[in-house]
């Protein structure tokens, strides 16, 4: 019986290894050359602070996020890391107004439960949106990816 577990422990502990190892494997390492990418978003003319930025490649292979801080500027972050990889892109960019905190629950009320907030106003127009329909583009070279954008309604 103990020859038993000792073989079943062996096998145990060579399948965590080797699940492990594949794991281990599969991290950024094998993703794509990824290229910095960042800039600045306005609107009118005024840094747009708290703007999502969204990088979508226009071959579907790629995409990247990030948001704007008190400045405008943006970094792009993809699945893989900091970064895009070379590649054309369509460009999306959209900020809603703060709806404020959520207020705290109070006892169950059934009747509010079912009234359904207003969605949230955006606060730049509804075109930036879309970033197939946008009109923003961006093409990631493997040097320099700096790319500003004034919104305009």
Request: aromatic share 10%; glycine share 12%.
């Amino acid at each position: 019986m103990s020859r038993f577990i000792s073989a079943l422990r062996s096998i145990t502990v060579t399948g965590f290894l080797v699940v492990s190892i594949v794991l281990l494997g599969c991290g950024k390492k094998g993703g794509p050359k990824l290229y910095p990418v960042e800039g600045k978003i306005t609107y009118k003319g005024n840094p747009l602070a708290g703007a999502n930025v969204l990088f979508v490649a226009t071959d579907g292979k790629a995409s990247g996020a990030g948001r704007t801080d008190a400045t405008g500027s943006y970094r792009i972050q993809s699945q893989w890391g900091a970064g895009l990889p070379v590649g054309e892109y369509f460009v999306a960019v959209t900020k809603f107004e703060d709806t404020g905190p959520i207020e705290e629950e109070g006892p169950y009320n059934p009747e509010a439960a079912n009234v359904e907030a207003p969605p949230p106003k955006p606060l730049v127009p509804k075109k930036y949106a879309v970033p197939e329909k946008s009109g923003l583009k961006a093409s990631v070279r493997p040097d320099t990816n700096r790319f500003d954008f004034d919104l305009t309604d």
